[in-house]
């Protein structure tokens, strides 16, 4: 039999491993421009890592039609700026492992080069606060959320190449690669 003592000491212990291994929802809920993101893309992927570039990280899935229209656009404009300037993470939202891995290879074969990240559990989306997809974060050269976009329509992509050319400029990349419209 456990004591009063062992009792509140186990309790103690399950709240404080709670508090570490639960997603960052406060965090998350408050995500905004100008904010540094989580410093982590799943287990793997390190922010850290890519300072110094422009990080896109885009929400998506195969269901989604202005998803699918989305990443290819990404992908030019992740080829146009070359992947020394600017990163695209496109993180597969809410869809299973074999799903995922089926689109991994069809987009291989139809040479669409963007990193893709599976999100099965939805553990990634919850640290960005996602709730609707397409979800993009803009993460600029010095850490921080440069824009948020909810959503995808053809009439925005003009205003996102503004905002990549105008983050490549202020990073002193220069303007003589800028993005242009894929269309």
Same mark, same amino acid.
């Given at each position: 039999?456990?004591?009063?003592?062992?009792? $509140?000491?186990?309790?103690?212990?399950?709240?404080?491993?709670?508090?570490?291994?639960?997603?960052?929802?406060?965090?998350?809920?408050?995500?905004?421009?100008?904010?540094?993101?989580?410093?982590?893309?799943?287990?793997?992927?390190?922010?850290?890592?890519?300072?110094?570039?422009?990080?896109?990280?885009?929400?998506?899935?195969?269901?989604?039609?202005?998803?699918?229209?989305?990443?290819?656009?990404?992908? /030019?404009?992740?080829?146009?700026?070359?992947?020394?300037? $600017?990163?695209?993470?496109?993180?597969?939202?809410?869809?299973?492992?074999?799903?995922?891995?089926?689109?991994?290879?069809?987009?291989?074969?139809?040479?669409?080069?963007?990193?893709?990240?599976?999100?099965?559990?939805?553990?990634?989306?919850?640290?960005?606060?996602?709730?609707?997809?397409?979800?993009?974060?803009?993460?600029?050269?010095?850490?921080?959320?440069?824009?948020?976009?909810?959503?995808?329509?053809?009439?925005? $992509?003009?205003?996102?190449?503004? /905002?990549?050319?105008?983050? $490549?400029?202020?990073?002193?990349?220069?303007?003589?690669?800028?993005?242009?419209?894929?269309?």
């Amino acid at each position: 039999m456990f004591t009063r003592a062992a009792h $509140l000491f186990l309790a103690g212990l399950f709240v404080f491993s709670a508090i570490l291994t639960a997603p960052p929802a406060a965090l998350a809920a408050s995500l905004k421009v100008g904010d540094l993101p989580p410093p982590k893309l799943g287990w793997h992927v390190k922010l850290g890592d890519y300072r110094g570039k422009i990080i896109i990280i885009s929400f998506w899935a195969s269901w989604c039609p202005p998803c699918r229209k989305e990443l290819p656009i990404l992908g /030019e404009i992740q080829r146009q700026a070359t992947r020394d300037k $600017l990163v695209v993470f496109a993180v597969n939202w809410r869809e299973d492992e074999e799903r995922f891995w089926q689109i991994k290879s069809a987009f291989a074969s139809h040479g669409v080069d963007l990193t893709l990240l599976s999100d099965k559990d939805g553990y990634i989306g919850r640290q960005y606060h996602v709730d609707a997809i397409p979800h993009m974060v803009i993460i600029g050269r010095d850490g921080r959320i440069a824009a948020i976009h909810i959503g995808y329509g053809d009439t925005e $992509l003009p205003k996102l190449v503004d /905002e990549i050319n105008s983050l $490549l400029a202020q990073s002193g990349a220069g303007p003589e690669q800028p993005a242009k419209s894929p269309h």
